[in-house]
């Protein structure tokens, strides 16, 4: 394959990507599945042993989301594979930010909430009638960020934020030989 043919279809994946998140963080749901091939998968982070098959499937599974959760997704380290002219695989980190429409929203913003999530999408894309979609999304977990506390951060049902320990007291510079 010749690099403009490559550099070609990773343009077109990461806008897919890009895509992707900004329709989901805009609540259009349905411009989110149709961004996933007819039958697409797409593996939830919080719910991995449930995939959601198909366009209807997952569009179902977004409508039931809790009203008022708002989200960016801010992703970044993408990279994107061809594996040939119809197939390509990418990666990327996931730093998700959520917050309550509810909350008030001064002129400096709302309060996001109090934990956030750094994880990962693992893609596959396929070349399909309709352009470049996704075949396979699946969400990988990483690490919070932020307080947590039992209770704290779960300000949504179905948000399983787990709860960590306190971190100990605060870290004390010494001087060299005090």
Same mark, same amino acid.
């Given at each position: ?83 040939? &002219? ?43 009638? &309709? ?48």
């Amino acid at each position: 394959m010749q690099n403009e043919t490559v550099m070609a279809i990773e343009r077109e994946c990461q806008r897919v990507l890009m895509r992707s998140v900004n329709v989901f963080d805009q609540g259009d749901y349905r411009g989110f599945a149709e961004l996933f091939a007819p039958d697409g998968v797409f593996v939830r982070a919080n719910q991995p042993d449930e995939p959601l098959v198909g366009r209807e499937a997952i569009l179902n599974a977004l409508l039931a989301r809790p009203a008022g959760r708002l989200s960016r997704h801010l992703c970044t380290n993408i990279e994107i594979d061809v594996i040939d &002219e119809n197939r390509a695989v990418g990666r990327c980190y996931l730093l998700l930010y959520t917050a309550n429409a509810a909350d008030p929203a001064p002129a400096g913003g709302r309060q996001a909430d109090p934990v956030q999530r750094l994880g990962e999408y693992r893609d596959e894309y396929v070349r399909t009638d &309709e352009g470049w979609r996704i075949a396979r999304r699946e969400g990988k977990a990483g690490m919070l960020i932020g307080p947590a506390s039992p209770g704290r951060g779960r300000r949504f049902p179905g948000n399983k934020c787990a709860a960590r320990p306190a971190l100990p007291g605060p870290i004390r510079k010494t001087q060299p030989g005090a």
